[in-house]
């Protein structure tokens, strides 16, 4: 089956740093991938839309300039938590929809999730 | 706008009991139907989905959930629960066509008792 893999699945930093997760589709081409942010016993809150060749598409809320998001090829989109603050904790999940396979029905299928802990 | 209501946010079962974990959505017509689950720490499994045809939909660990339109549910099922169901059960939607996200419910915590 489609599978969606995330690194890393942990990583701590100090306040005022950078951090960069990739989502990579392992065995399918994904044009469209999402991101998610998950609090602590809260649902998935969709954080933005990334479009391989384009610019991503943020929700409302979600600061562009510090959620920097690179979708530079078919498997592979990046999100780059800049100058991070303790606030931004979180649980962040990627999600990615098979540009082929179950077209019709936008099946998307999840990564593991990275936990981000900034000090 | 579309959303996704999940009324029960703890449950507890006995192991071999009976479970259904109720969800609601709003929608202006009818919308793609998920249910995942999650362990603690993880991401998300897709349990099982629907999309049309028969309203009652086999899923994965022997789920299944009924999709009905007049009542605007999508409520999952389990004849008899293990005790590695425990877990966070999330029910989502998604819009027909496009390349549009998911929408989720709060989530349900299963806990289930020996």
């Known amino acids: 089956g489609a599978v969606v893999s995330q690194h890393p699945s942990w990583v701590i930093c100090k306040s005022g740093t950078s951090v960069k997760i990739e989502c990579r589709s392992l065995?399918?081409?994904?044009?469209?991938m999402f991101w998610y942010r998950q609090f602590p016993k809260q649902s998935l809150m969709l954080m933005a839309t990334?479009?391989?060749?384009?610019?991503?598409?943020?929700e409302q809320g979600v600061e562009k300039d510090k959620f920097l998001i690179n979708h530079a090829s078919l498997t592979l989109s990046t999100l780059t938590v800049t100058s991070a603050h303790p606030e931004d904790s979180s649980f962040y999940i990627c999600?990615?929809?098979?540009?082929?396979?179950?077209?019709?029905?936008?099946?998307?299928?999840f990564g593991p999730g990275t936990r981000l802990t900034v000090l | 706008a579309q959303s996704v209501t999940q009324p029960d946010i703890h449950i507890t079962v006995s192991e071999g009991a009976s479970l259904e974990l109720r969800c609601n959505y709003s929608?202006?017509?009818?919308?793609?139907l998920f249910w995942y689950v999650q362990s603690p720490g993880q991401g998300l499994q897709l349990l099982l989905k629907y999309f049309s045809g028969d309203t009652l939909v086999q899923g994965i660990k022997g789920f299944e959930a009924e999709f009905k339109r007049s009542q605007s549910s999508f409520n999952l099922r389990k004849p008899s629960v293990h005790w590695s169901d425990a877990a966070e059960y999330f029910c989502a939607v998604g819009p027909r066509g496009g390349r549009r996200a998911l929408t989720f419910g709060s989530g349900t915590r299963l806990q289930v008792q020996p």
């Open positions: 065995d399918f081409q994904a044009t469209t």
């Open positions: 929608y202006g017509a009818t919308p793609y």
């Open positions: 990334s479009n391989e060749g384009s610019k991503a598409t943020y």
């Open positions: 999600s990615a929809r098979d540009d082929w396979r179950e077209v019709s029905t936008d099946t998307q299928y």
